[in-house]
């Protein structure tokens, strides 16, 4: 019995620790990786095969086939009480200058940052563009609006009005669409082991 409720308590605590990882904020003072996002939204357009834009299965893992309008969204990033001084963009493309929008909370709102960006010469030889930021601190749910479309994204960043970067971030897994599918995996493994458990209490009885 006893080691039956041990075993219990265990799973209530990885069902627990693995809720609050889930709904962990962003550090945005760092790398901020394209997989990291919440949501993909294409309601302006799709690329012409159809699809919206996605990650690309290649060594970048890189966003692409982007249209004008498309959106990144990024939820929980935490800024902090400093704030953030730059809004950071690595990218590539071979075609026109562009500009990419960074706001937060309403994906139609004002954006606290505008990054403007010169062709690259290749759809995968990435630059960083970067854009003053003022006013914005806090945890804020990130829209990164691509105004323009036809880029590939890399990776995405601030500078902490703090004073530079912080140390690069791992990857949150609990916003990326990777960290959604092992947190569920998580989720049912540990129920899994919780009837389990149940039976054998059951069967002590």
């Known amino acids: 019995m ?20 889930a709904f962990a904020a962003v550090n945005p003072y760092g790398t901020i990786s394209p997989s990291d996002n919440s949501e993909i939204n294409s309601d302006s357009g799709k ?8 990650i690309e299965d ?5 966003l692409g086939y982007i249209v004008k309008g498309n959106y990144v969204k990024f939820s929980g990033v935490d800024f902090g009480a400093s704030g953030a001084s730059k809004a950071k963009i690595e990218l590539a493309t071979p075609n026109a200058a562009g500009s990419v ?7 139609k709102g004002t954006p ?13 030889k990435y630059k ?27 990776a995405f960043g601030f500078e902490s009005a703090g004073g530079g970067d912080a140390a690069a971030p791992a990857g949150n897994p609990a916003t990326g669409d990777n960290g959604v599918l092992m947190y569920v995996l998580l989720a049912a493994g540990a129920a899994a082991v919780m009837v389990l458990s149940r039976k054998k209490f059951a069967k002590q009885q």
């Open 128 to 154: 960083w563009f970067e854009a003053p930021v003022t006013g914005v601190t806090g945890s804020h749910d990130l829209y990164v609006i691509f105004t323009d479309g036809d880029i590939n994204v890399r």
């Open 112 to 124: 606290f940052a505008t990054v403007k960006y010169d062709p690259t010469g290749d759809w995968q």
């Open 58 to 62: 290649n060594e970048n893992k890189n």
């Open 47 to 54: 690329f012409s095969d159809g699809n919206g834009p996605r």
């Open 101 to 107: 929008a960074f706001v937060i909370d309403d994906p």
């Open 2 to 21: 006893k080691k039956s409720l041990i075993v219990l308590s265990m799973v209530i605590v990885m069902l627990v620790s693995s809720v609050s990882l």
